[in-house]
């Protein structure tokens, strides 16, 4: 088992920043990839950025590409998303999910039935 528990969220004007954090517990969290997906009001959820379980595999969305950022830190089971340049339509629940099913590959992982475990989700509301 693995609990997700994000953290970060709020309202932000467009062109500012938010950092959202999950902070991980249960199994070896260093051993497997990590995502962040966003769900707004009335459409599917979508993938923003993965990361492999070393950290140094990144990969985004193209609609966050060169605005977002995926980082982990494995002694703190914590995986962030900094998010610069906001833009109203970045609003959105934004989730947390593990893929400890593919633990120790280095897969790109984009699709949210990849990921077996998913956090409660934090809001983003960027206004214009």
């Known amino acids: 088992q693995v609990q997700l528990v994000e953290s970060g969220g709020g309202l932000v004007q467009a062109g500012g920043s938010l950092r959202l954090s999950c902070s991980a517990s249960?199994?070896?969290?260093?051993?497997?990839?990590m995502g962040w997906f966003r769900q707004a009001p009335g459409k599917e959820r979508e993938f923003v950025a993965g990361?492999?379980?070393?950290?140094?595999?990144?990969y985004y969305a193209d609609s966050v590409k060169g605005r977002f950022t995926i980082s982990r830190d494995n002694a703190k089971n914590t995986v962030n998303l900094q998010m610069n340049s906001l833009k109203p339509e970045d609003t959105a629940v934004y989730y947390c999910a593990a893929a400890p099913r593919y633990s120790g590959t280095y897969t790109y992982l984009r699709t949210p039935q990849e990921y077996q475990y998913w956090g409660q989700g934090t809001q983003v509301t960027v206004s214009s």
């Open positions: 249960g199994r070896t969290f260093s051993s497997y990839p």
């Open positions: 990361i492999a379980w070393t950290g140094g595999n990144t």
